[in-house]
């Protein structure tokens, strides 16, 4: 099968038209077609010969994104999307609008392999990795969907992003290419369940990106009921490469701690919490819970939420409650395909 042209650096692009016998000032231009201006496929390559382009599209291909659902919230206009994939399979996303401009988070997988028991995406298992170019794709047909600029990545959305650790890596290398989208590595943040080996992979590269860990618990126990990933690499294993992490890059870690009703909710745990935590450069993320309806977690009540928050900070530690956006669309990743793959 082709190579999806998409994912490859301007180094490769540039050895290639080279083994072509085309001028090496061709690579620019084509690089410039697919990073830059977003194509979608050879043929908008109009400075480009037809000999050159048809040479490219044996090799190469474009695996591109097509919208198959679109909803928009009437709240606070964030839209999620559906894409389908070349090969029939679905991934998530969805773009919000914030005061610094557009946001989108992506799908880095397609389904999940982690399985954590409050999560929609874990619904189905895990099916196969994206490649960067998918990966961009869901970015570029957003973009062109809603005629605008996004300038801030989230990979936040289904999948485990380092499971798919040199995809993630190439996407990060080609977002941010001065010659493509040129998008600032400090207005993208990654999240991960905690893979711990490949958070000290990624402390070394020092990228200057927001590293959010999905903790959810304030000790082993209560998150190995939730978290399978908490059985291989357990939670004093997460939390000493979190400290690393942050030592290494001087960049404060994002704790996401979803807060869910009489499981991980008390004033015990929120102690448990900013002990474990006292003395990390990091801020902690509550986000009440999403029902998604194959479980049954509830919500912790904004009592319990505003107490958390109260025995967090009273303890040095900085912690907000997220602000909920697109509620009316279930915009929270995993939700949409997995109503899509009921339906078959
Ligand atoms: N695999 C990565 C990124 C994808 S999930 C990770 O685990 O971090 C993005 C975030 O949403 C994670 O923090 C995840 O734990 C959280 N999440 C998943 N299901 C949720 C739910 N039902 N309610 C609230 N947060 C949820």
Known sequence: MPEDIRSKNFAELAEEIKA???PSFRAGQIYSWIQEKCVDSFDEMTNISKDLRSKLSERYCFNNCQINTKLVSKIDGTVKYLFSLHDGEYVESVVMKYKYGYSICISTQVGCKM???????????????????EMLAEIFTAQKDL??????????????PLDNFDNVMRLLELITDEKGQNMSMRHISL???????????LAEKKLGLTLSVSLHAPNGD???KSMPVNIKYDFDELLKACRYYANT??????????MIRGFNDSD???????????????????????????TEYKKSTLDRQKRFIDILTANSITATVRRTLGSDINASCGQLRASKRKRG
């Open 147 to 160: 005629g605008i600029k996004i300038n801030h990545l989230v990979l936040m959305g289904t999948g485990e």
């Open 20 to 22: 072509l016998n085309f």
């Open 249 to 258: 890059t001087g960049r404060r870690i994002s704790f996401e701690y979803a």
């Open 115 to 133: 399985g954590c028991t409050f999560c929609a995406s874990a619904i189905g298992g895990f099916v196969r990795n994206l490649t960067a170019g």
């Open 268 to 294: 015990e745990c929120a102690r448990e919490l900013a002990h474990v935590l006292r003395g990390m450069l990091c801020h902690v993320n509550l986000i009440p819970v999403n029902s998604v309806r194959e």
């Open 191 to 201: 999240s991960t369940c905690g893979i711990v080996p490949n958070i000290y992979e």
């Open 222 to 224: 209560i998150r190995s």
